[in-house]
Nanobody
């Protein structure tokens, strides 16, 4: 059973930074990709950043230049460095791990940015 545990969320002022971390446990094999998603109240969950098994990375247009996704395969962790945060970044952030058979999700960590 794969388990993902996010941490690092919190409440900050606009312009400040946060670093989210996702630790995952129990994979038989390394996932084919991992990503951060977010969901604000009343909105659909959307992908923020994705790191592929090839090493390729993609970002949502709204976070390009401000957020950086990284992974440490030795430690089984996935991080999201978020700089220059904006009120519109306020959401629950989820870590996801993609395997051939299914996708696993963490429980989420709340990020609140006030103006």
């Amino acid at each position: 059973q794969v388990q993902l545990v996010e941490s690092g969320g919190g409440s900050v002022q606009a312009g400040e930074s946060l670093r989210l971390s996702c630790a995952f446990f129990g994979p038989i094999a390394y996932p084919s990709g991992m990503a951060w998603f977010r969901q604000a109240p009343g909105k659909e969950r959307s992908e923020v950043a994705h790191i592929y098994d090839s090493g390729g990375i993609s970002y949502a247009d709204s976070v390009k230049g401000r957020f950086t996704i990284s992974q440490d395969k030795a430690k089984n962790t996935l991080d999201l460095q978020m700089n220059s945060l904006k009120p519109e970044d306020t959401a629950m952030y989820y870590c996801a791990a993609f395997f051939r058979s299914r996708t696993y999700w963490g429980q989420g960590t709340q990020v609140t940015v006030s103006s």
